[in-house]
């Protein structure tokens, strides 16, 4: 099994605060700043990525344990893993080409030992402490925050990536 030395920085929140709406504003950014990103989404629904009907999808559903779809412009993998209780964050993280990505952000999964931003906003109604634990390594939120990490506007995308790029520099240091 090849192991992966890609960073992980977590974005991780509250259902509602705008993860992903943040991430789709910050991953161009990062792109412009010559970041190769990777995501890993954590998501709690029975997702389906194939639709019903389709090659893939019926020979998915037909018993195959892996299914890659592929074209020029891309492909996917899909794994079964009826028999996982939990999702392992690191093997998920191995699943990914080192050589074509320089960091991986990854959206939930918040109780994983990574340095993480957390993101908060008070009208979500939940409080912070319920999301800051030793691996936080910055907030962002749209309010001034009592806390011993660096504090990010949640609402300055610019900024945020720019954190993130100064994180990953460091990161890169043995």
């Given at each position: 099994m090849n192991q992966n030395t890609l960073p992980l920085l977590g974005i991780t929140a509250y259902s509602g605060t705008g993860k992903t709406t943040l991430l789709k504003q910050i991953i161009p950014l990062l792109k412009q700043r010559h970041v190769r990103v990777g995501l890993i989404k954590h998501t709690h629904h029975d997702m389906e990525v194939d639709k019903p009907g389709k090659d893939?999808?019926?020979?998915r559903k037909a018993g195959a344990n892996q299914t890659l779809v592929?074209?020029?412009q891309r492909w996917a993998l899909m794994t079964e893993t009826p028999d996982n209780n939990e999702m392992d964050l690191r093997y998920l993280a191995n699943r990914f080409d080192p050589d074509s990505l320089d960091l991986i952000l990854v959206e939930g999964f918040k109780h994983e030992t990574i340095d993480k931003i957390a993101l908060f906003r008070s009208e979500v109604g939940k409080?912070?402490?319920g999301l800051i634990d030793q691996y936080v390594v910055a907030v962002a939120s749209n309010e001034i925050i009592d806390t011993h990490v660096p504090q990010l506007d949640i609402n300055n995308?610019?900024?945020?990536?720019?954190y993130i790029v100064s994180w990953w520099q460091?990161?890169?240091k043995p």
């Open positions: 893939s999808y019926e020979l592929a074209s020029q409080p912070l402490n995308p610019e900024q945020i990536a720019d460091k990161s890169q």
